[in-house]
């Protein structure tokens, strides 16, 4: 079966990889992201008159990088940059689409064809732009429940998001986990279409994300 798909941005998302955190003045404390231990991933959904014999894609990055600074006693002082390697997306691992309860198998022609729409100059441009940046314009609420507003910038494209989160921390670690739903347009990007649109993608995205931080030492 020839695979769909149009390329998450997400990356944006990415953009939710989170908040780290570690410690320094008083009250304030800087994580800074695990790469191996935090997961971002992008669930594209199909479309099209002949969705009924296409499957969603899923996206799962690694190598999420960046850190926070978190006051303790004022949240809105707080600040959060954070970046998605679009070179890191794995496309439509099988242990991966088993995890989230997803059906459908690709052969390694498909994913790799699915691989070179995504980082195509017409999608993420991974040759030009390759990673996605995320930084905290806001930080407001009490945890385990904190908002974020999030400038993302998608190659050219920059946008500010609203994030919910639920965090949990100790002396050592921050984890942040959570979901949402974004456009592909809002980010210059067209949702992938072919055979005249019978084979396609939704323009709507799903992140899902699960960030872990570690204080300096």
Known sequence: MRPFLSVPIIAAAAVLAGLPIARGAEG???FVIDEAASTLTIRIFRAG???????????????IAGRVRYDDRDVSQSSLQLSV???SLIVDDAEHREREGMEGEFSEEDIQEVREILLS??????????????TAVDITGEPPLLNLGLNVRI???????RVPIRVTMDEE??????ELFLLQSDFGIEPFSSFLGF???KDTIQIRFDILGRTLE
Do not use: M, Y
């Open 199 to 201: 084979i396609s993608v």
């Open 85 to 87: 390697p679009v070179g």
């Open 173 to 178: 670690t921050f984890r942040a986990e959570g």
């Open 155 to 161: 190659k050219q494209t920059e946008k500010v998001i």
């Open 121 to 134: 100059e017409a999608f993420l441009d991974e040759g030009n732009h390759p990673r996605i940046v995320a």
């Open 28 to 30: 304030l404390r800087t």
């Open 49 to 63: 008159l002949f969705s009924v014999f296409a499957h969603d894609h899923l996206l799962v990055a690694h190598g």
